[in-house]
Each structure stands twice: as structure tokens, then as C-alpha cells.
């Protein structure tokens, strides 16, 4: 079964520390993306990326960055986390027209 | 950007037929999708148009598009208890795949 992995359901870090989120897919998709999610807001996009080491600026970059040095692999970096950063990360991989396929998602508290 | 627009809530009674709407504003959206996330969850793929049909069944699932209008909707016949969940329109637009989310809709289904 395909999948994206994304490594942590809960994150619980502290203002200003640097936090990584790790995102991994088996299916040999070219674009991965980052999407953050909160209520009465939907999904806003963060970065993507549609090769290694490529990548483009979503909505909502600011105070974030992004790694793509292998294919299955696509990391959401914090630099310096706030609070306004607390919410659920989601990862998608697509190749289209299929859509996109989504992990489970990181929940993340900055306190 | 797109703008995509969705009712936040929709509640209805098992057996009944669900309708969930949703307006876009990019008239070049070549493919538009529709996503269900159940609590706790990311987003799982239920169904995609391609913008030259009007109609796509899928099982319990209609999708109808009006692009004139660029108005689009989900209907789930014989509605569950397990279709409860948010539900998110996604068109697409031109380039890498990138698609606008709406706020999504959440449908309680009840007993």
C-alpha cells in the first residue's frame, strides 16, 4: 500500500528552538508538499517542491524552509519556532492526475 | 490566488442524500477534487473531475461541475454515520500540481 510518512503525530517544543519535520514517500512521486491546518482556515500551502532540491514558496513561507535532498524525502524546517506556529503539518505527495496523497499529519505545540 | 468557498457545516439524517457545494474563482482549474478527513486524520482522496465533464459518479458519490458558474459539488447518496467528516474541495490550477483548498465542510450524519 502506498504511503507518506510524516515522523511524529505530537510535537511539543519551545519558543525559539529549531524543529524539523520529517516527511517520507514510497511511491516515486516528483512534488511533495507542506500544508499547515487550522480551524476556519483549511489547509494553506507552505512550500513544495516538484524535484530534489527543488523548491518554491507557498502562501505562507514565512519563518519556515525546506530540504529536499532525496526524492522520498521532503523536511518542513522551523528556524526559530513561535507560538503562532502551533498546528497540524501536513505532508502530500501527488504525481497527477491521481491527486495528492497525504500523511497522518504532525500535530505541533510551541509553548 | 484561488479563491475556494465552502459552508462550514452540514448536518443531515442517515439515509438521506448529502450535498456539499463549493465556489472557485480560477477559471483555468483543469482538474478539481474533492478530500475527506475523518478526526485525527489527514486527507484522503475520494474523487477528481477533469474540467471538460460536467458529471462523474463514483458509487455513492456525484460530483457536478458547472464551470460556467465555477461552482462544484459532492453528493453522497444513502448517506452513513461513516461519512461523517470534513470534506474539502480542491481545484487545481495550471503548473506543478499545485492546488487551493477550501476551508472545508464539516457533515454530521445523524443516527
Known amino acids: 500500500d502506498v504511503k507518506v510518512t510524516q515522523s511524529s503525530r505530537y510535537l511539543v517544543k519551545r519558543t525559539g528552538e529549531k524543529v524539523f519535520l520529517e516527511c517520507v514517500q514510497d511511491?516515486?512521486?516528483?512534488?511533495m508538499f507542506w500544508y499547515r491546518q487550522d480551524p476556519g482556515l483549511g489547509l494553506r500551502l507552505i512550500y513544495f517542491s516538484y524535484d530534489v532540491k527543488m523548491k518554491e514558496k507557498g502562501d505562507i513561507p514565512e519563518g519556515y524552509s525546506v530540504s529536499r535532498e532525496k526524492k522520498e524525502r521532503f523536511s518542513l524546517i522551523l528556524e526559530s519556532a513561535s507560538t503562532n506556529q502551533t498546528s497540524m503539518y501536513l505532508c502530500?505527495?501527488?504525481?497527477?492526475?491521481?491527486?495528492?496523497?497525504f500523511g497522518s499529519g504532525t500535530r505541533l505545540t510551541v509553548v | 490566488g484561488e479563491d475556494v468557498e465552502q459552508s462550514l457545516f452540514l448536518s443531515v439524517r442517515e439515509g438521506d442524500s448529502s450535498v456539499i457545494n463549493c465556489t472557485y474563482t480560477d477559471s483555468s482549474s483543469t482538474y478539481l477534487y474533492w478530500y475527506k478527513q475523518e478526526p485525527g486524520a489527514g486527507l484522503q482522496l475520494l474523487t477528481y473531475?477533469?474540467?471538460?465533464?460536467d458529471m462523474k459518479q463514483d458509487q455513492r458519490l456525484t460530483v457536478l461541475l458547472n464551470k460556467k458558474d465555477k461552482h462544484l459539488s459532492l453528493r453522497i447518496a444513502d448517506t452513513q454515520t461513516g461519512d461523517s467528516a470534513i470534506y474539502f474541495c480542491?481545484?487545481?490550477?495550471?503548473?506543478?500540481?499545485?492546488?487551493?483548498f477550501g476551508t472545508g465542510t464539516k457533515l454530521q450524519v445523524i443516527p
Open positions: 511511491m516515486d512521486h516528483e512534488n
Open positions: 473531475i477533469f474540467s471538460n465533464m
Open positions: 480542491a481545484p487545481s490550477g495550471e503548473g506543478y500540481q499545485k492546488v487551493t
Open positions: 502530500a505527495s501527488s504525481l497527477r492526475p491521481a491527486g495528492y496523497t
